[in-house]
Protein backbone atom coordinates (compact mmCIF):
# COMPACT_ATOMS: atom_id res chain seq x y z
CA UNK A 1 0.00 0.00 0.00
CA UNK A 2 2.63 2.23 0.73
CA UNK A 3 4.64 1.75 -2.41
CA UNK A 4 1.39 2.38 -4.42
CA UNK A 5 1.19 5.58 -2.50
CA UNK A 6 4.32 6.62 -3.12
CA UNK A 7 4.40 5.85 -6.82
CA UNK A 8 0.71 8.56 -7.44
CA UNK A 9 0.19 12.23 -7.01
CA UNK A 10 -2.97 13.94 -7.31
CA UNK A 11 -4.27 10.36 -9.09
CA UNK A 12 -1.36 9.81 -11.87
CA UNK A 13 1.72 7.84 -11.59
CA UNK A 14 4.96 8.76 -10.09
CA UNK A 15 7.95 8.55 -12.32
CA UNK A 16 10.44 7.35 -9.29
CA UNK A 17 13.40 5.93 -11.99
CA UNK A 18 13.16 10.02 -13.10
CA UNK A 19 13.31 10.97 -9.74
CA UNK A 20 16.33 9.78 -8.90
CA UNK A 21 18.16 10.94 -12.20
CA UNK A 22 16.91 13.84 -11.47
CA UNK A 23 18.18 13.83 -7.90
CA UNK A 24 21.40 12.60 -9.55
CA UNK A 25 21.25 15.73 -12.32
CA UNK A 26 21.06 18.20 -9.24
CA UNK A 27 23.76 16.78 -7.09
CA UNK A 28 26.06 17.41 -10.08
CA UNK A 29 24.98 20.93 -10.30
CA UNK A 30 25.87 21.20 -6.45
CA UNK A 31 29.03 19.34 -6.77
CA UNK A 32 30.02 21.63 -9.95
CA UNK A 33 29.67 24.45 -8.08
CA UNK A 34 31.48 23.33 -5.17
CA UNK A 35 34.75 22.49 -7.10
CA UNK A 36 34.69 26.19 -9.07
CA UNK A 37 33.09 24.06 -12.45
CA UNK A 38 36.26 21.17 -12.24
CA UNK A 39 33.86 17.89 -10.96
CA UNK A 40 31.99 16.73 -13.04
CA UNK A 41 33.49 18.87 -15.91
CA UNK A 42 30.14 18.86 -17.97
CA UNK A 43 27.92 18.83 -15.04
CA UNK A 44 26.16 21.90 -16.94
CA UNK A 45 24.21 19.26 -19.14
CA UNK A 46 22.67 18.55 -15.88
CA UNK A 47 20.50 21.42 -17.01
CA UNK A 48 18.84 19.69 -20.21
CA UNK A 49 18.08 17.00 -18.30
CA UNK A 50 16.13 19.17 -15.98
CA UNK A 51 14.48 20.73 -19.03
CA UNK A 52 13.66 17.37 -20.91
CA UNK A 53 11.83 16.25 -17.29
CA UNK A 54 10.50 19.16 -17.24
CA UNK A 55 8.38 18.61 -20.73
CA UNK A 56 7.61 15.20 -19.71
CA UNK A 57 6.49 16.05 -15.93
CA UNK A 58 4.62 19.16 -17.38
CA UNK A 59 2.76 17.25 -19.66
CA UNK A 60 2.10 14.34 -17.39
CA UNK A 61 0.72 16.62 -14.51
CA UNK A 62 -1.41 19.53 -16.57
CA UNK A 63 -1.86 18.49 -20.01
CA UNK A 64 -5.34 16.85 -19.57
CA UNK A 65 -6.33 19.94 -17.01
CA UNK A 66 -5.21 22.03 -20.04
CA UNK A 67 -7.46 20.64 -22.30
CA UNK A 68 -10.17 20.62 -19.60
CA UNK A 69 -10.10 24.32 -19.59
CA UNK A 70 -7.24 24.91 -17.35
CA UNK A 71 -6.57 28.35 -17.99
CA UNK A 72 -3.19 30.30 -18.59
CA UNK A 73 -3.26 32.22 -15.78
CA UNK A 74 -4.13 29.93 -13.40
CA UNK A 75 -1.68 27.47 -14.76
CA UNK A 76 0.96 30.23 -14.72
CA UNK A 77 -0.49 30.97 -10.82
CA UNK A 78 0.17 27.60 -9.83
CA UNK A 79 3.82 27.26 -11.35
CA UNK A 80 4.63 30.64 -9.69
CA UNK A 81 3.68 29.37 -6.15
CA UNK A 82 6.04 26.27 -6.77
CA UNK A 83 8.65 28.32 -8.35
CA UNK A 84 8.65 31.67 -5.86
CA UNK A 85 8.87 30.69 -2.58
CA UNK A 86 12.62 28.62 -2.57
CA UNK A 87 13.82 31.43 -4.79
CA UNK A 88 12.76 34.33 -2.08
CA UNK A 89 14.56 32.22 0.39
CA UNK A 90 17.65 31.79 -2.56
CA UNK A 91 17.37 35.62 -2.55
CA UNK A 92 17.61 36.37 0.80
CA UNK A 93 19.84 34.24 2.06
CA UNK A 94 22.07 35.37 -0.61
CA UNK A 95 22.40 38.89 0.03
CA UNK A 96 22.99 38.01 3.38
CA UNK A 97 25.85 36.35 3.18
CA UNK A 98 26.87 38.92 0.70
CA UNK A 99 26.59 41.61 3.17
CA UNK A 100 28.13 39.61 6.04
CA UNK A 101 31.48 38.69 4.36
CA UNK A 102 31.67 42.74 3.39
CA UNK A 103 31.17 43.61 6.54
CA UNK A 104 33.82 40.95 7.87
CA UNK A 105 36.31 42.43 5.79
CA UNK A 106 36.20 39.85 2.59
CA UNK A 107 35.84 41.20 -0.46
CA UNK A 108 33.32 40.07 -2.53
CA UNK A 109 30.45 40.69 -5.15
CA UNK A 110 28.05 43.45 -3.87
CA UNK A 111 24.68 43.81 -5.45
CA UNK A 112 22.74 46.59 -6.77
CA UNK A 113 19.34 46.96 -5.62
CA UNK A 114 17.72 46.22 -9.17
CA UNK A 115 19.72 42.81 -9.17
CA UNK A 116 17.74 42.06 -6.45
CA UNK A 117 14.93 42.75 -7.51
CA UNK A 118 15.10 41.12 -10.56
CA UNK A 119 16.46 38.30 -8.87
CA UNK A 120 14.02 38.26 -6.99
CA UNK A 121 11.11 37.92 -9.58
CA UNK A 122 13.23 35.38 -11.00
CA UNK A 123 14.29 38.01 -14.13
CA UNK A 124 17.56 38.31 -16.52
CA UNK A 125 19.04 41.40 -15.57
CA UNK A 126 21.57 42.55 -18.13
CA UNK A 127 23.53 46.02 -18.01
CA UNK A 128 27.46 45.91 -19.31
CA UNK A 129 28.50 45.60 -15.56
CA UNK A 130 27.57 42.44 -15.40
CA UNK A 131 27.95 39.01 -17.59
CA UNK A 132 25.77 36.74 -15.39
CA UNK A 133 22.00 37.90 -16.28
CA UNK A 134 21.37 36.44 -12.76
CA UNK A 135 24.37 37.08 -10.22
CA UNK A 136 22.06 36.99 -6.99
CA UNK A 137 20.88 33.82 -7.38
CA UNK A 138 22.42 32.31 -10.32
CA UNK A 139 20.77 28.77 -11.14
CA UNK A 140 17.46 31.09 -11.46
CA UNK A 141 18.23 31.41 -15.56
CA UNK A 142 17.53 27.98 -15.85
CA UNK A 143 13.75 28.44 -14.06
CA UNK A 144 13.16 31.88 -16.30
CA UNK A 145 13.58 30.00 -19.32
CA UNK A 146 10.85 27.08 -17.96
CA UNK A 147 8.54 29.99 -16.51
CA UNK A 148 9.15 31.38 -20.36
CA UNK A 149 8.49 28.09 -22.33
CA UNK A 150 5.92 26.36 -19.64
CA UNK A 151 3.45 29.56 -19.88
CA UNK A 152 3.77 29.08 -23.73
CA UNK A 153 3.03 25.27 -24.18
CA UNK A 154 -0.27 26.08 -21.47
CA UNK A 155 -1.19 28.91 -24.09
CA UNK A 156 -0.98 26.62 -27.26
CA UNK A 157 -1.83 22.91 -25.42
CA UNK A 158 -5.09 22.79 -27.15
CA UNK A 159 -3.69 22.95 -30.57
CA UNK A 160 -0.34 21.64 -29.89
CA UNK A 161 -0.07 18.80 -32.50
CA UNK A 162 2.60 16.13 -32.50
CA UNK A 163 3.84 17.08 -36.03
CA UNK A 164 3.74 20.53 -34.37
CA UNK A 165 6.15 19.50 -31.51
CA UNK A 166 8.50 17.55 -33.76
CA UNK A 167 8.78 20.78 -35.99
CA UNK A 168 9.71 22.77 -32.71
CA UNK A 169 12.20 19.77 -31.73
CA UNK A 170 13.70 20.07 -35.31
CA UNK A 171 13.77 23.85 -35.79
CA UNK A 172 15.44 24.20 -32.16
CA UNK A 173 17.64 21.51 -33.04
CA UNK A 174 19.16 23.21 -36.59
CA UNK A 175 19.46 26.72 -34.40
CA UNK A 176 21.16 24.85 -31.51
CA UNK A 177 23.88 22.16 -32.74
CA UNK A 178 25.85 24.25 -35.30
CA UNK A 179 25.71 26.80 -32.53
CA UNK A 180 27.07 24.73 -29.82
CA UNK A 181 29.33 23.65 -32.80
CA UNK A 182 30.64 27.41 -33.13
CA UNK A 183 30.60 28.46 -29.30
CA UNK A 184 32.43 24.95 -27.98
CA UNK A 185 30.02 24.45 -25.49
CA UNK A 186 26.26 24.18 -24.73
CA UNK A 187 26.93 26.93 -21.77
CA UNK A 188 23.91 29.34 -23.32
CA UNK A 189 20.96 31.00 -20.85
CA UNK A 190 22.73 32.93 -17.99
CA UNK A 191 25.27 35.00 -19.32
CA UNK A 192 24.88 38.56 -21.16
CA UNK A 193 24.43 37.99 -24.84
CA UNK A 194 23.15 34.32 -24.62
CA UNK A 195 19.58 35.01 -23.64
CA UNK A 196 17.62 34.00 -27.06
CA UNK A 197 20.05 30.75 -27.42
CA UNK A 198 19.57 29.81 -23.78
CA UNK A 199 15.26 29.64 -25.01
CA UNK A 200 16.52 27.75 -27.69
CA UNK A 201 17.87 25.39 -25.60
CA UNK A 202 15.17 25.18 -23.57
CA UNK A 203 12.55 24.76 -26.23
CA UNK A 204 14.37 21.82 -27.65
CA UNK A 205 14.55 19.77 -24.45
CA UNK A 206 11.21 20.82 -23.24
CA UNK A 207 9.51 19.93 -26.76
CA UNK A 208 11.03 16.36 -26.75
CA UNK A 209 9.94 15.69 -22.93
CA UNK A 210 6.68 16.25 -24.45
CA UNK A 211 6.69 14.28 -27.36
CA UNK A 212 8.44 11.48 -25.43
CA UNK A 213 5.53 11.52 -22.29
CA UNK A 214 3.17 11.42 -25.36
CA UNK A 215 4.53 8.28 -27.00
CA UNK A 216 5.89 6.78 -24.12
CA UNK A 217 5.24 2.63 -24.10
CA UNK A 218 2.58 1.06 -21.55
CA UNK A 219 5.14 -1.45 -21.03
CA UNK A 220 7.76 -0.72 -18.06
CA UNK A 221 10.92 -2.83 -16.67
CA UNK A 222 8.89 -4.11 -13.15
CA UNK A 223 11.87 -4.30 -10.81
CA UNK A 224 14.05 -2.10 -12.34
CA UNK A 225 17.08 -1.45 -10.13
CA UNK A 226 19.65 -2.49 -12.43
CA UNK A 227 17.94 -0.68 -15.43
CA UNK A 228 18.29 2.19 -13.10
CA UNK A 229 21.90 1.80 -12.00
CA UNK A 230 22.94 1.27 -15.40
CA UNK A 231 20.85 4.70 -16.25
CA UNK A 232 22.20 6.85 -13.22
CA UNK A 233 25.71 5.11 -14.21
CA UNK A 234 25.53 6.63 -18.11
CA UNK A 235 24.46 9.68 -16.55
CA UNK A 236 27.18 10.53 -13.82
CA UNK A 237 29.43 9.49 -16.55
CA UNK A 238 27.79 11.49 -19.26
CA UNK A 239 28.69 14.82 -17.48
CA UNK A 240 32.03 12.97 -15.86
CA UNK A 241 33.62 13.49 -19.68
CA UNK A 242 36.66 15.90 -19.38
CA UNK A 243 37.65 18.36 -21.86
CA UNK A 244 38.52 17.12 -26.02
CA UNK A 245 39.44 19.87 -26.83
CA UNK A 246 37.99 21.07 -30.62
CA UNK A 247 35.03 18.32 -30.13
CA UNK A 248 33.89 20.07 -27.11
CA UNK A 249 31.16 21.66 -28.93
CA UNK A 250 30.52 18.09 -31.13
CA UNK A 251 29.63 16.32 -27.67
CA UNK A 252 27.83 19.17 -25.75
CA UNK A 253 25.56 18.94 -29.17
CA UNK A 254 25.09 15.20 -29.22
CA UNK A 255 24.56 14.78 -25.28
CA UNK A 256 21.88 17.22 -25.87
CA UNK A 257 20.32 16.21 -28.97
CA UNK A 258 20.82 12.45 -28.72
CA UNK A 259 21.85 11.09 -25.38
CA UNK A 260 19.76 12.71 -22.90
CA UNK A 261 16.50 12.60 -24.40
CA UNK A 262 17.10 8.91 -24.87
CA UNK A 263 17.84 8.64 -20.82
CA UNK A 264 14.93 9.79 -20.25
CA UNK A 265 12.98 7.79 -22.28
CA UNK A 266 14.25 4.99 -21.62
CA UNK A 267 13.64 6.05 -17.66
CA UNK A 268 10.04 6.93 -17.73
CA UNK A 269 9.52 3.53 -18.49
CA UNK A 270 11.66 1.91 -15.08
CA UNK A 271 9.47 1.03 -12.02
CA UNK A 272 11.28 0.27 -8.87
CA UNK A 273 9.54 -0.16 -5.40
CA UNK A 274 10.81 -0.79 -1.78
CA UNK A 275 13.72 1.01 -0.05
CA UNK A 276 14.83 2.32 -3.89
CA UNK A 277 11.69 3.43 -4.41
CA UNK A 278 11.61 5.67 -1.31
CA UNK A 279 15.68 7.01 -1.47
CA UNK A 280 14.44 7.80 -5.54
CA UNK A 281 11.53 9.93 -4.17
CA UNK A 282 13.58 11.52 -1.34
CA UNK A 283 16.21 12.50 -4.07
CA UNK A 284 13.21 13.63 -6.81
CA UNK A 285 12.12 16.28 -4.03
CA UNK A 286 15.50 17.58 -2.69
CA UNK A 287 16.47 18.27 -6.38
CA UNK A 288 14.77 21.81 -6.77
CA UNK A 289 15.48 23.16 -3.13
CA UNK A 290 19.38 21.67 -3.39
CA UNK A 291 19.17 23.19 -7.19
CA UNK A 292 18.33 26.80 -5.84
CA UNK A 293 20.10 27.01 -2.32
CA UNK A 294 23.29 25.54 -2.95
CA UNK A 295 24.21 28.80 -4.57
CA UNK A 296 25.03 30.73 -1.72
CA UNK A 297 25.41 28.44 1.05
CA UNK A 298 28.83 27.48 -0.81
CA UNK A 299 29.98 30.85 0.00
CA UNK A 300 29.75 30.69 3.11
CA UNK A 301 31.46 26.96 3.06
CA UNK A 302 33.80 28.74 1.10
CA UNK A 303 34.06 31.49 3.86
CA UNK A 304 34.97 29.37 6.96
CA UNK A 305 38.16 27.74 4.66
CA UNK A 306 37.11 24.35 4.74
CA UNK A 307 38.35 23.63 1.15
CA UNK A 308 41.76 24.85 2.53
CA UNK A 309 42.15 22.42 5.25
CA UNK A 310 40.06 19.05 4.12
CA UNK A 311 41.30 16.75 1.42
CA UNK A 312 39.08 18.11 -1.71
CA UNK A 313 36.94 14.75 -1.81
CA UNK A 314 36.55 15.16 2.21
CA UNK A 315 35.20 18.86 1.52
CA UNK A 316 32.68 18.10 -1.47
CA UNK A 317 31.41 15.06 0.62
CA UNK A 318 30.33 17.23 3.47
CA UNK A 319 29.52 20.05 1.78
CA UNK A 320 26.88 18.14 0.10
CA UNK A 321 25.77 16.32 3.17
CA UNK A 322 25.29 19.94 4.79
CA UNK A 323 23.50 21.64 1.81
CA UNK A 324 21.24 18.43 1.18
CA UNK A 325 20.48 18.77 5.01
CA UNK A 326 19.76 22.31 4.98
CA UNK A 327 17.24 21.90 2.07
CA UNK A 328 15.34 19.24 3.45
CA UNK A 329 14.60 21.19 6.06
CA UNK A 330 13.93 24.65 4.60
CA UNK A 331 11.28 22.25 2.50
CA UNK A 332 9.76 20.56 5.18
CA UNK A 333 10.08 23.62 8.03
CA UNK A 334 9.11 26.51 5.04
CA UNK A 335 8.56 25.62 1.48
CA UNK A 336 5.98 22.96 2.05
CA UNK A 337 3.28 25.28 4.31
CA UNK A 338 4.00 27.84 2.39
CA UNK A 339 2.58 26.38 -1.34
CA UNK A 340 -0.17 25.27 0.88
CA UNK A 341 -0.45 28.69 1.96
CA UNK A 342 -0.37 30.30 -1.46
CA UNK A 343 -2.76 27.60 -2.99
CA UNK A 344 -5.66 27.87 -0.41
CA UNK A 345 -5.30 31.25 -0.39
CA UNK A 346 -5.04 32.03 -4.33
CA UNK A 347 -6.09 29.57 -5.75
CA UNK A 348 -9.32 28.06 -6.26
CA UNK A 349 -10.83 24.72 -8.33
CA UNK A 350 -7.33 23.49 -9.15
CA UNK A 351 -5.10 21.55 -6.66
CA UNK A 352 -0.96 21.67 -6.72
CA UNK A 353 0.17 18.04 -7.36
CA UNK A 354 1.90 16.76 -4.32
CA UNK A 355 4.83 15.83 -6.28
CA UNK A 356 7.30 18.91 -6.98
CA UNK A 357 6.57 18.69 -11.14
CA UNK A 358 8.91 21.43 -11.54
CA UNK A 359 12.70 20.76 -12.22
CA UNK A 360 14.98 23.04 -11.85
Not at 32 to 52: K, M, N, Q, T
Not at 260 to 270: E, F, M
Request: aromatic residues 10%; hydrophobic residues 55%; positive net charge.
Amino acid sequence: MKDRKLNSTVGKERFLALDAVRGVAALAVLVLHLSSGILPHRGYLAVDVFFVLSGFVIAHAYESRLLAGLSVGKFALLRAIRLYPLVQVGILISVSINVALQLSGHSHLSFSFAQVVFGALLLPYITAASVDMYLVLSPTWSLFNELVINVLYSAVAKVLSNRFLVICCASAAMILFPATLLNGSIEFGPYRGTLLMGLVRTIFSFSYGVLIYRFRSKRVMEHGLLPLSMILATTIALFAVGDVGGLNGLYDALAVTLVIPAVIAVTAHVRISGLFAKAAALLGDLSYPVYILHWPLRLALFATGMQTRLPEAVFLSASAVIICLFAWVVTRLYDEPARKLLQRKLVRGATLPTHPVTVP
